[in-house]
Each structure stands twice: as C-alpha cells, then as structure tokens.
C-alpha cells in the first residue's frame, strides 16, 4: 500500500474548491479572469498539475497534509492571476492593499472587506432573528474545528442545530454567492 | 515552498464567514459539503477528479511514462464502480456504510422521529418505541414464515 491509497480525493478536491472561493471572496478579485478562466479552473489546473508530476510537486508526508499544500498552490495560483488581470495593484498580501478605485478610504482594506461581508451579511438575513444571531455569535468565536460547539455555546443550541441554522443560512438568496465573492448573476464565459 | 509560512506574510482576514464555516482546513465533512453544494450544486467532485486524473495518465502513456503512484491511487479510488467483481474491500465497507448510516432527514412516521429527538429519549418516550417494536414484531412474526427470526 502506498501512501497515497488513504486519500479520500473527492473531500481534497472540495477542500480546494471552497477554499479558492474563500481566497477569491477575501482578495474581491473579480469572476472571472484570463480571458474567462474561474476560481473552478485553477484549482483544477493545480489537481492535474499534481498528477501530472512523476513527484506529486514535491510533496511528501513530512511536509503537512496534501490539502494544506495544494490549498498554498491554489491560493499562489489565484493571487498570480489577481495580479497579472491587475485588478488590485501591489501585493495582495500587504495588510493595506486595496483596489485602486478605493485608495482614499481610511481603513485598511481588509478590515473594510471583513466589515462589508458582515453587513452584506445582516441585510441579506433581514429580519430572521435567529440567523442574526448566528451572525452575532460567530463574530465572538474563534472558528475552529470545533465551531459548530463553540456556536452552540453561545446561542444555546445543540451542534446539530447550528448546523441546521448555517444550511438555512446558505439557503438565503445571495448568501452562496457572498461566501464565493461572486456577482449575484454568474457571469458567463465567452463563447470560444 | 508551498507549506511553509512566512513569518512576515499576514494571514489574509478572517472574516465572519471564515469564523462561521471554518477554513477550510479545519471544516468539518458536514460543513464542507454543504459549502461545496451551494457554491458548485450538482458538481460530482469524485467525477471531476476522475476525469483530471485520466486526462493526466493519457499524457503519461503517451510520453511511455509509468504512472506515478499518487495518479494511479487517484484513478483506482475515483473509478465509477459498474458491478461488485473485483471490488476492493475497503469500496465494500464505503457502499455498504452508505447504505447502513442512520437516516436523519424527516421521516412521516413520528414514531421514527426519536433519531432526530434533540434530548435523551424518557421512560415515556422509550414505552412507545417499545410498543411500536412489539406491535412491528408480531406482525413480522405472522407474515407467511419469511420474516421469522
């Protein structure tokens, strides 16, 4: 048996697919980029990258669990292809980069960005109490593995029920999109 | 190196998402799934990794490359299983946990609704479940001998 016979494929490409939309969403990068290419895309490109390679890219045990690393790739990839569409200017992980049309403001960008999520957050839920304090109770956690306890903790609710809010949160009509960082109506790719 | 950190990059902002859902790397499989549905519905993850996967082996063969174990690993446990022959036991044990794991959906029958009571079951509610299991195995008892224990 190798090493590679426990890894449940499907979860790792989830894991990447979802973090891509997290990186997206965090960095406001657009849609789509290079020439109609998406977040699906590279993560995607980085996979096949991966199997292509005689040494799987160079990892190895020793080196942390495979999803951290292509997650590293796929997060590199992504800010490559932010810069070269030069939606942002400087460098994406500077704590005060900030898109061009926006320099003016006073706080830094990802506390603007961490604000605007929050509040397009609270106006999507409008008056469904208990999502807002879904919303409340996760600005007071951590966020870790444990987080559906954490929740539970402060709201009073079983885990299961946390689980069951985030579901009905999800359900919320712009909610995917705000966790993706995309436009309401997905754009679409021009036609080849 | 893609896993190492640098100590002077900042960590992109956890926002209320973040802290609601988790990273990714510290998700649990209930939480990733639901976010991968709603933000990619109806993608087969394990089909797309097939397909990635063959794509990457037909460049090998044709390069006259053996496949590296990790390609190979990924085509075997992405494979789309068309009968139980030659099956390995660990596909097995997967199909047979899937059909076997509790069903924690709405059920029409009350009386199935205690897996999804939130406390503990009382006296009360375990007399019924007794009820119902007594009044389920007369009747298979009674049904023609097939059912019989």
Redesign the interface.
């Given at each position: 048996m190798?090493?590679?016979?426990n890894?449940?494929?499907?979860?790792?490409?989830?894991?990447?697919?979802?973090?891509a939309?997290?990186?997206l969403?965090?960095?406001r990068g657009p849609d789509t980029f290079d020439g109609g290419q998406d977040c699906?895309d590279v993560v995607?490109e980085v996979?096949?990258d991966?199997?292509?390679?005689?040494?799987?890219?160079?990892w190895k045990q020793g080196?942390?669990?495979l999803?951290?690393?292509?997650?590293?790739?796929v997060h590199?990839k992504l800010v490559d292809r932010l810069r070269r569409q030069k939606h942002v200017s400087g460098s994406l992980?500077d704590?005060d980069f900030s898109l061009p049309a926006e320099n003016s403001h006073a706080t830094p960008a990802?506390?603007r960005?961490?604000t605007r999520?929050?509040d397009a957050?609270y106006s999507l839920v409008k008056g469904e109490a208990e999502l807002r304090d879904?919303?409340t109770a996760?600005?007071l956690?951590?966020?870790?593995?444990n987080?559906?306890q954490e929740?539970g903790e402060v709201l009073n609710k079983?885990p299961?029920?946390v689980?069951k809010l985030?579901?009905r949160?999800?359900e919320i009509d712009g909610?995917?999109e705000?966790?993706?960082g995309r436009q309401k109506t997905k754009s679409t790719r021009p036609s080849a | 190196m893609p896993g190492d950190k640098k100590p002077n990059q900042p960590d992109p902002a956890r926002d209320v998402l973040d802290k609601l859902f988790g990273t990714t790397d510290e998700m649990t499989d209930e939480d990733l799934n639901m976010l991968y549905e709603a933000i990619a519905p109806g993608r087969d993850a394990t089909a797309i990794v097939h397909r990635l996967a063959a794509d990457a082996a037909i460049e090998c063969r044709l390069q006259n490359r053996p496949l590296p174990d990790h390609l190979q690993a990924a085509l075997d446990a992405t494979r789309e299983v068309k009968g139980l022959d030659n099956v390995e036991p660990s596909k097995l044990r997967q199909i047979v946990d899937a059909l076997t794991a509790p069903y924690t959906g709405a059920v029409k029958d009350p009386a199935y609704a205690y897996r999804n009571c939130e406390g503990e079951l009382d006296t009360h509610d375990q007399r019924i479940v007794d009820e119902l299991t007594d009044e389920l195995r007369k009747e298979w008892r009674g049904d023609d001998g097939e059912g019989k224990k």
């Open positions: 190798n090493r590679f016979q890894i449940d494929w499907a979860r790792l490409y989830k894991v990447l697919r979802v973090h939309a997290a990186t969403r965090r960095y699906e995607q996979l096949k991966f199997y292509r390679s005689p040494n799987g890219l160079g080196k942390g669990r999803e951290t690393y292509l997650g590293t790739i590199n992980d704590p990802p506390e960005a961490k999520t929050k957050l879904l919303i996760a600005e956690v951590e966020g870790g593995p987080v559906n929740l079983t299961r029920q689980s985030k579901e949160l999800l909610v995917k705000l966790y993706a | -």
